[in-house]
């Protein structure tokens, strides 16, 4: 079992950038395929991207490629999602989720067991 608590989150103006932290309890996150996720008001939770266990591959949804960008360091425990030239229709609340079955990256909320409490990004315009 595995504990997420995600940190970086806040207010930037559109064209900024903001680089989140997703911090994970245990000894065996390199078991782990990580995800991020993000929930607006209103809106059904979405997959942001993935990364597999090694980081050397990740996938990321159309909305957000080319602008954020996900790394892991397994000796820290840690995943990060680094997001830039921010828009407004990125603002939500921000989650990173693991999985340990499988090796690739799913998209699926359900594919995911592990769950942070979110983080707050808000992208004014």
């Known amino acids: 079992q595995v504990q997420l608590v995600e940190s970086g989150g806040g207010l930037v103006q559109a064209g900024g950038s903001l680089r989140l932290s997703c911090a994970a309890s245990?000894?065996?996150?390199?078991?782990?395929?990580m995800g991020w996720f993000r929930q607006a008001p209103g809106q059904e939770r979405e997959f942001v991207g993935g990364?597999?266990?090694?980081?050397?591959?990740?996938v990321y949804a159309d909305s957000v490629k080319g602008r954020f960008t996900i790394s892991r360091d397994n000796a820290k425990n840690a995943v990060y999602l680094q997001m830039n030239v921010l828009k407004s229709e990125d603002t939500a609340v921000y989650y990173c989720?693991?999985?340990?079955?499988?090796?690739?990256?799913?998209?699926?909320?359900?594919?995911?067991?592990?769950w942070g409490q979110g983080t707050q990004v808000t992208v004014s315009s």
């Open positions: 245990g000894s065996t996150f390199g078991s782990y395929v």
């Open positions: 990364i597999t266990r090694s980081g050397l591959s990740t």
């Open positions: 989720a693991a999985r340990n079955v499988g090796v690739g990256v799913l998209r699926r909320i359900n594919d995911y067991a592990y």
